[in-house]
């Protein structure tokens, strides 16, 4: 009995070491540190979708001739919105990709009203297009940086899952799958649409 109480008492330790060493611990933690940086990316986004009501709002009243173009932003808003990205799906670089899409299409909705107030005086002198403008600008650097951490951290995640000797328990016990990282920007999005003003051309 005594042999066995000292071999156990040995044993224990050891085994806790070994699992330790296994990433019992440290893949959790890497994980969930990437989950919370991906809360931060959606925060980021959701507070750009917050503004844009208000924007709009004020555009509107000011140039109620470009409703073609406040029309595109609230739909490109609505689908934003719509699209979500749960932890879960992390690993689901399609899913990733259907988010990234309809943000894009946001930030290239945004440019338009980015451009009017160089056509209308009156949005010029509004104070609050020139804090909501400002407050736009604000989001979309944070965006940068929520993004950007949250790519580090998928990185850090993804190699620890893939590196000996966390890679025993990413495959033995969590059955871990990369995470994919997120592209705020697709070809072209990063490019200004051409904007006419002229409202007497057509027909």
């Known amino acids: 009995m005594k042999r066995t109480s000292l ?10 070491v070994s699992l330790s060493g296994c990433g019992v ?10 989950k919370a940086r991906w809360a931060d990316v959606q925060a980021a986004y959701q507070r750009r979708a917050s503004l844009i009501p208000n924007l709009v709002s004020t555009v509107r009243g000011a140039a109620a001739s470009e409703e073609r173009i406040l029309t595109r932003v609230t739909q490109a808003r ?19 990709q259907r988010y990234a899409d309809a943000q894009n299409r946001l930030s290239a909705s945004i440019i338009p009203l ?14 609050n ?9 604000s989001t979309e650097n944070r965006i940068n940086i929520t993004i950007r951490d949250y790519n580090t951290a998928v990185q ?3 190699t620890r899952i893939r590196t000996f ?30 904007v006419n003003f002229d409202t007497n051309t057509g027909a």
């Open 129 to 137: 297009f020139g804090t909501l403008m400002s407050q736009l600008e």
């Open 156 to 158: 850090g995640y993804n």
């Open 165 to 194: 000797p966390d890679v025993i328990g990413a495959k033995v016990i969590y059955g871990a799958k990369p995470m994919a990282t997120f592209q705020a920007t697709t070809p072209g999005a990063d490019q200004a649409p051409e």
């Open 25 to 34: 611990n440290s893949i959790p933690t890497a994980e969930e540190e990437a």
């Open 78 to 96: 609505a689908d934003a919105t719509r699209i979500t990205v749960s932890p879960d799906q992390l690993s689901d670089p399609a899913a990733m």
């Open 7 to 16: 071999m156990t008492a040995f044993l224990v330790p050891v085994a806790a």
């Open 114 to 127: 980015q451009r009017l107030q160089e056509a209308y005086p009156t949005l010029q002198s509004q104070a």
